[in-house]
């Protein structure tokens, strides 16, 4: 159960029993294989993760082109085809992670595709202050992504125990 605490930030809340369950469950499919697991659990991050994705392009429809822009597409509609989730790094040792954001890498580092000014919308700029969308998607949808995150955990050990 995904609970919202007095800070505003949104914190997770399993039974042992079921979570002792999960652990077991993960152990019994890669007992040798951490990368395996990791990608599992990576698998589970970015399934729950999509309406958060959908909500965060929501909050970008809102944005007011600005007045003075050369090409007001570029405001909004570059940069909501650019909200994906992203892997996190997972290499010594780390945790799997993964993110909510803009895409600047790769295909997307191009000034034509990037929405590297993504962070200039959300933290502000030029004395216009910051929309601050990322913590508006999180309170609006992160208890929704945390409940969802142990069911589609769960499916997906049940898919790879069927194989």
């Known amino acids: 159960m995904a609970v919202l605490n007095k800070n505003s930030f949104v914190g997770l809340q399993i039974e042992k029993k079921e979570l002792d369950s999960l652990i077991k469950d ?14 599992t659990l990576r ?3 970015r399934k729950s993760a999509k309406p958060l994705v959908g909500e ?4 970008i429809n809102r944005i007011k082109p600005t007045t003075n822009s050369k090409n007001p597409e570029r405001d909004t509609g570059q940069l909501k085809k650019s909200i994906a989730i992203i892997n996190g790094k997972t290499s010594r040792g780390r945790k799997p992670a ?3 954001g803009p895409r600047v890498k790769g295909a997307y580092d191009k000034e034509d595709r990037s929405g590297f000014y ?5 933290y502000g700029y030029n004395g216009i202050p910051g929309l601050r969308m990322l913590d508006a998607t ?9 409940n969802s995150l142990v069911g589609n955990l769960k499916t ?3 898919k790879r125990f069927a194989k």
């Open 26 to 39: 993960l152990d019994t499919l890669f007992p040798d294989s951490d990368t395996k697991l990791r990608n």
């Open 43 to 45: 698998t589970a991050l």
């Open 56 to 59: 965060l392009r929501a909050q």
């Open 98 to 100: 993964v993110y909510v």
């Open 118 to 122: 993504f962070y200039f919308h959300e």
């Open 138 to 146: 999180a309170l609006s949808k992160g208890a929704g992504v945390l």
């Open 156 to 158: 997906i050990i049940a």
